[in-house]
T-cell receptor
Framework: GENVEQHPSTLSVQEGDSAVIKCTYS??????FPWYKQELGKRPQLIID?????GEKKDQRIAVTLNKTAKHFSLHITETQPEDSAVYFC??????????FGSGTKLNVKP | GAVVSQHPSWVICKSGTSVKIECRSL??????MFWYRQFPKQSLMLMAT?????????EQGVEKDKFLINHASLTLSTLTVTSAHPEDSSFYIC?????????????FGPGTRLTVT
């Protein structure tokens, strides 16, 4: 099955700096890669996603890049703000059902 | 947007009793719902996939007789933790996929915090 690895496990940045979280996957059949933000005790919220036919996608301060050859994808957050502090999860899937989640990255944005 | 609710949001029960958690899609029909378990500071672990009108598909290592899943309608799936023990204490989150939309996206419920004493 698919194996998704996520790094780093914790990330601390100064407000205004950029943050990058990286994930690798093992199954070349995976074709959908969502990113979720989860605040403490709350539900994961989809913040951006990318399909395998696209190399990059951007939504305001958030962008995701995908390298299918190397089987890795990354989340980029620019101009970070304290409200960006949360745990971020990447995931991968090759069908509509089974999402394989990364282990999570706790992002701390210091004011 | 698509909304998924869960009930209860938290529950405390005694060891040996059973607890039922409901997951509802409020504004769409969910042909498929998913149940996850999340331990503190850990990732989401898929427990099972439930399809409306058929038996749930459990992930390896998840006890079918302990975690009973019923997807009785296109808007409701339930997870029953039978004969609960303290080690079952966890955060249980459901998600649902809008089959009509034809997308991969899963919409998550707010989660249920289960504490078994």
């Amino acid at each position: 099955g698919e194996n998704v690895e996520q790094h780093p496990s914790t990330l601390s940045v100064q407000e205004g700096d950029s943050a990058v979280i990286k994930c690798t996957y093992s199954d070349s059949a995976s074709n959908y890669f969502p990113w979720y933000k989860q605040e403490l005790g709350k539900r994961p919220q989809l913040i951006i996603d990318i399909r395998s036919n696209v190399g990059e996608k951007k939504d305001q301060r958030i962008a995701v890049t995908l390298n299918k050859t190397a089987k890795h994808f990354s989340l980029h957050i620019t101009e970070t703000q304290p409200e960006d502090s949360a745990v971020y999860f990447c995931a991968a899937t090759d069908n509509f059902n089974k999402f394989y989640f990364g282990s999570g990255t706790k992002l701390n944005v210091k004011p | 947007g698509a909304v998924v609710s869960q009930h209860p949001s938290w529950v405390i029960c005694k060891s040996g009793t059973s607890v039922k958690i409901e997951c509802r899609s409020l504004d769409f029909q969910a042909t498929t719902m998913f149940w996850y378990r999340q331990f503190p500071k850990q990732s989401l672990m898929l427990m099972a996939t439930s399809n409306e009108g058929s038996k749930a598909t459990y992930e390896q290592g998840v006890e079918k007789d302990k975690f009973l899943i019923n997807h009785a309608s296109l808007t409701l799936s339930t997870l029953t933790v039978t004969s609960a023990h303290p080690e079952d204490s966890s955060f249980y989150i459901c998600s649902a996929r809008d089959g009509a939309a034809g997308t991969y996206e899963q919409y998550f419920g707010p989660g249920t915090r289960l504490t078994v004493t």
